[in-house]
């Protein structure tokens, strides 16, 4: 069961970053690409508080925000935890 939503543009230095920190930990993500799909870009829009620009991250179904936030919580040493399910980002 895939538990992490990443809400991208193609090219976008930010979401490859994104993407690839999840790679590094090892954990799947499904990567949802909003640049030809307005629904699902409305999806992404309305699940983040009304942020549009992409990444767009959620783990286990809470929303993280951006490429930025992700990082900051792996510096935090607060994103492994959550990762494996054990504490919300919020």
Do not use: W
Request: net charge negative.
């Amino acid at each position: 069961m895939n538990n992490i939503d990443v809400y991208t543009l193609p090219f976008c230095g930010y979401c490859y970053r994104a993407t690839q920190l999840f790679k590094k930990k090892g954990f799947e993500y499904s990567e949802i690409d909003v640049s030809s799909d307005s629904d699902r870009k409305s999806e992404m829009i309305a699940r983040a508080n009304g942020n549009h620009t992409v990444p767009q991250i959620f783990i286990f179904g809470h929303y993280v925000g951006g490429c930025d936030e992700l990082y900051a919580l792996d510096r935090d040493g607060k994103l492994d935890g959550i990762l494996k399910g054990f504490d919300s980002p919020d």
